[in-house]
């Protein structure tokens, strides 16, 4: 896989990274949606990790 792939992994990890910090600080966080968005993110480490 190529530098492109994991940077483009890399900066996907950073945004859900985010979006959960950003869904966690709300008055009423969602939890599903946070856990949904973790999933995710633990996939993405997965990848990079394989990649890596």
């Known amino acids: 896989m190529s530098m492109s792939h994991l ?4 900066s996907r990890h950073a945004d859900l990274d985010a979006k959960i910090a950003n869904e966690e600080r709300r008055p ?3 939890g599903a949606l946070v856990a949904h968005l ?3 993110k633990l996939r993405l480490k997965e990848e990079m990790l394989a990649v890596h």
């Open 38 to 40: 973790k999933k995710q």
């Open 28 to 30: 009423a966080p969602d």
């Open 7 to 10: 940077s483009t992994l890399k």
